[in-house]
T-cell receptor, first 111, second 117 residues
């Protein structure tokens, strides 16, 4: 089972920031938080990952709380093409190398 | 750099037939994974190759599924004989680090949609 909890769905206005929350209250000290997304009919796309520090790349920012029990993925200026299912995944040695997907959050970006 | 490619993109077969799915990982990636999503369910891990060796087969549903990775390059996933419940989307992913681990990012292909009638 996935070790994360995410809202089922969210809406966001085009051009605004999309903030997607994820709870991972049982995360261990050596486990990473990964985010993937799946745009309709495509394969999962890697977005970003982090351990305890905040991370930023060209796609998004990842904010991890100090206690590491939750995180937020931020898409700074959402576009219609960001409409997708977003998966927050905890990765550690417990699962070997496999990714354990949950149901994710359906993000709808609306004009 | 080319990404992970999968062939075919779609396959429609009759129950009892055989289907072979192919995955070409990103060049140089030692790790290759198969996942699938069946209707209404979450994406599930099937198996993991390190080069040509099977590292983890814990997600393979039954012995009708056979995966191979010849010479540590491309991989095939054969379903024989196919059943109705095998319908779904089969994804392949690859990652570069031989040692794997939680920082070894996996990159996915577009998937093969399999429909068993």
């Amino acid at each position: 089972d996935a070790k994360t909890t995410q809202p089922t769905s969210m809406d966001c206005a085009e051009g605004r920031a999309a903030n997607l929350p994820c709870n991972h209250s049982t995360i261990s000290g050596n486990e990473y938080v990964y985010w993937y997304r799946q745009i309709h009919s495509q394969g999962p796309q890697y977005i970003i990952h982090g351990l305890k520090n905040n991370e930023t790349n060209e796609m998004a920012s990842l904010i991890i709380t100090e206690d590491r029990k939750s995180s937020t993925l931020i898409l700074p200026h959402a576009t219609l093409r960001d409409t997708a299912v977003y998966y927050c995944i905890v990765r550690g040695y417990e699962y070997g190398n496999k990714l354990v997907f949950g149901a994710g959050t359906i993000l709808r970006v609306k004009s | 750099e080319a990404g992970v490619t999968q062939f075919p993109s779609h396959s429609v077969i009759e129950k009892g037939q055989t289907v072979t799915l192919r995955c070409d990982p990103i060049s140089g990636h030692d790790n290759l994974y198969w996942y699938r999503r069946v209707m209404g369910k979450e994406i599930k891990f099937l198996l993991h190759f390190v080069k040509e060796s099977k590292q983890d087969e814990s997600g393979m549903p039954n012995n009708r599924f056979l995966a191979e990775r010849t010479g540590g390059t491309y991989s095939t996933l054969k379903v024989q004989p196919a059943e109705l419940e095998d319908s779904g989307v089969y994804f392949c992913a690859s990652s570069p680090r031989l040692a794997g681990g939680p920082t070894d990012t996996q990159y996915f292909g577009p998937g093969t949609r399999l429909t068993v009638l």
